[in-house]
């Protein structure tokens, strides 16, 4: 498994990048590769909905929807005795994966309980 980032125990503030973001901690089995599967089956079928509307609806740009999809890996996990789970308001653990909206609202609100009901995921309003 590829690390993408390391979080370190004393801070996630990294994470945040402007106002309005998503970050979705998902406790799943799912790799990476499903999981950006799944998430841009989600946004199409998103899309098809917004067909059906008689304005055409919003539609979104699929390419521009989440950042790159991380995997938790605790750095220093023996120097603290948390048993692999950190809370920062919220609970993370080694394996967890991390999904983040691109940009401010970038991940329709339509689609928040699909990922969290798909992933296990708890979201986290960052703005």
Request: hydrophobic share 35%.
């Amino acid at each position: 498994m590829k690390t993408l980032f390391v979080i370190k125990t004393h801070s996630f503030v990294d994470l945040i990048t402007n106002s309005s973001s998503e970050l979705f901690v998902c406790n799943t089995d799912k790799t990476v590769k499903m999981a950006k599967e799944i998430l841009i089956k989600l946004a199409k079928l998103y899309n098809q909905t917004q067909d059906l509307k008689e304005n055409g609806g919003y539609k979104i740009d699929i390419k521009n929807l989440f950042t790159e999809i991380m995997t938790v890996q605790i750095a220093d996990k023996e120097e603290n005795d948390t048993g692999g789970q950190y809370s920062f308001g919220y609970t993370i653990k080694e394996g967890d994966l991390i999904i983040r909206s691109v940009e401010d609202n970038s991940i329709p609100y339509q689609m928040f309980d699909s990922i969290e009901e798909i992933f296990h995921a708890s979201r986290h309003h960052l703005g």
